[in-house]
Structures are given as C-alpha cells and as structure tokens.
C-alpha cells in the first residue's frame, strides 16, 4: 500500500508541474496573440494614412506572431498527449530454506512483504518452510535510437 502511495504522490507532483508549465505556456501565448492582433490593427490603421511600408511591416510582425502561437499551442498539446508515467513492477522473491530444495520462486510483491521473512505456504518441492530472499523492482531498457 506505500508503494501504491509513492507511486500516486509522484504521479500528482509530475502531473502538477507539467500543468504549471502548460499553463504558464497558455498565458505567454495568449499575450503574443493579443498583441500581435493589436499589430494587424495598427497595420490597418497606418494603411489608411498611406504608409504601405510601415503597414506591411506591422502586418508581417503581426501574421508572424500569430502563427508562432498556432504553432505553440499545436506543439504542446501534442507534448502533452506523448507524456505518460510507466510505474514498474516490484517483485520478491521466494526461496526454499532447505538446503537439499533449490526451488526458487518470484512473485508480485505484496504489502507486508520484507527480506528474510518466513512465510506460512510450504515449499510446492518438498514441503519445507520458506523465505524472502530478495526484492527488486523490474526495470525496462529503454529502447535504443541510433542516428541514420
């Protein structure tokens, strides 16, 4: 059940932070937008008084910066969607604790389980008592990219 706890809590702090950064994000995007709308309005109004060029310019900042923000906000809900926690397996394993038995035996682990604890279950080999021996926790190898 601790395990289960520590697995939660590290889940909520990284979906927590991941969402501060997202919304942090959000508010540097939607001030880009809001000015870079306020560009294309001046663009407009400059082009009223006849300077094309100052006009164009405003016009090209403000189309600019309106497709960084599409961009953006494209970009990190698709960061968002790939990002997911894999919380690996602990596993214990069960030894036999007579010295003619070799039966080893590997298991989830389970909440009160802790090395050199005897258990209650006999040996499926011989009938002997048995033991913990060891926990671990499997760990995948991530999968290796190699540059073309």
Do not use: H
């Not at 994000?25 to 000015?35: D, F, G």
């Not at 923000?69 to 596993?91: H, W």
């Not at 090395?115 to 006999?122: E, G, H, I, P, Q």
């Amino acid at each position: 059940m601790r395990m289960n706890t520590l697995s939660r809590s590290k889940q909520t702090n990284s979906t927590s932070t991941s969402s501060r950064i997202n919304t942090y994000l959000i508010l540097i995007v939607l001030v880009v937008l809001a000015l870079s709308i306020v560009a294309l309005f001046v663009a407009a109004q400059v082009l009223l008084t006849g300077d094309t060029i100052t006009a164009g310019l405003f016009a090209g900042i403000g189309l600019i910066a309106m497709a960084m923000c599409v961009f953006l906000l494209f970009q990190s809900r698709k960061q968002t969607a790939e990002v997911k926690l894999d919380i690996p397996k602990v596993m214990t394993i069960i030894e036999c604790q007579n010295k003619g038995c070799a039966n080893k035996t590997t298991r989830e682990f389970q909440r009160g389980d802790y090395v050199f604890k005897d258990l209650d279950v006999a040996c499926g080999k011989c009938g002997g008592k048995q033991m913990i021996t060891g926990i671990y926790k499997e760990v995948k190898e991530k999968e290796k990219t190699y540059a073309v």
